[in-house]
């Protein structure tokens, strides 16, 4: 059965930090890319960021780019990532997802997502 499990969300002002995590099990971790999607109050999910099985690249965002950071630990089957110089536009809910592809939507790059997890939410007050 796989899972993606999300944790660390929580209320946070301007300007600070926050780094959410996300375990995997139930497939065989080392052979996905991980990545991170969000979705706004009343808006669609959309793509932040993303790090590749095969050789460790990451892709992000143009909104995120500088601030955020994505990283994987093959070796605990965990995905992190951290969020620095958050805005309130970032508030949303984040979702940790794992597919077998990376590709190209326009200029932008994102994940083709095979499995999900449920959500972790994150508010950051102005």
């Known amino acids: 059965q796989v899972q993606l499990v999300e944790s660390g969300g929580g209320l946070v002002q301007a300007g600070d930090s926050l780094r959410l995590s996300c375990a995997a099990s139930?497939?065989?971790?080392?052979?996905?890319?991980m990545g991170w999607f969000r979705q706004a109050p009343g808006k669609e999910r959309v793509f932040v960021t993303a790090i590749s099985f095969i050789d460790g690249t990451t892709y992000y965002a143009d909104s995120v780019k500088g601030r955020f950071t994505i990283a994987r630990d093959n070796a605990k089957n965990t995905v992190s990532l951290q969020m620095n110089s958050l805005e309130p536009d970032d508030t949303a809910v984040y979702y940790c997802?794992?597919?077998?592809?990376?590709?190209?939507?326009?200029?932008?790059?994102?994940?083709?997502?095979?499995?999900w997890g449920q959500g972790t939410s994150v508010t950051v007050s102005s």
């Open positions: 139930g497939f065989t971790f080392s052979s996905y890319a």
């Open positions: 997802a794992a597919g077998r592809a990376i590709v190209k939507v326009g200029d932008s790059p994102e994940l083709r997502a095979t499995y």
